[in-house]
């Protein structure tokens, strides 16, 4: 069992930027393929950036660019680097950890993006 606690999100400007952060128990984190996921009010939730555990990373189309997702083995955390914000990024975002069939969410930590 892997638990998956977000922090950083909060209120920002348009244009802005927030960092989260996701620290995951355990000591395997380094094997786990890790993602951020969003969801906003009445949508699904959908892929934001993932990184595998070989430090591979994909990004959604409407965040390439602005999104940077890393991870610190060490520190068992993977971060996401949002900058120039819109309020379409407005979502709660979630923090994925997956190896093979196991999966597992963190609570969602809410980026609200307004002026």
């Known amino acids: 069992q892997v638990q998956l606690v977000e922090s950083g999100g909060g209120l920002v400007q348009p244009g802005g930027s927030l960092r989260l952060s996701c620290v995951a128990s355990?000591?395997?984190?380094?094997?786990?393929?890790m993602a951020w996921y969003r969801q906003a009010p009445g949508k699904q939730r959908d892929l934001v950036a993932a990184?595998?555990?070989?430090?591979?990373?994909n990004y959604a189309d409407s965040v390439k660019g602005r999104f940077t997702i890393s991870r610190d083995n060490a520190k068992n955390t993977v971060y996401l680097e949002m900058n120039s914000l819109k309020p379409e990024d407005t979502a709660v975002y979630f923090c994925?950890?997956?190896?093979?069939?196991?999966?597992?969410w963190g609570q969602g930590t809410q980026v609200t993006v307004s002026s």
């Open positions: 990184i595998t555990s070989s430090g591979n990373t």
């Open positions: 994925n950890a997956r190896r093979t069939i196991h999966q597992y």
């Open positions: 355990g000591n395997i984190f380094r094997f786990y393929d």
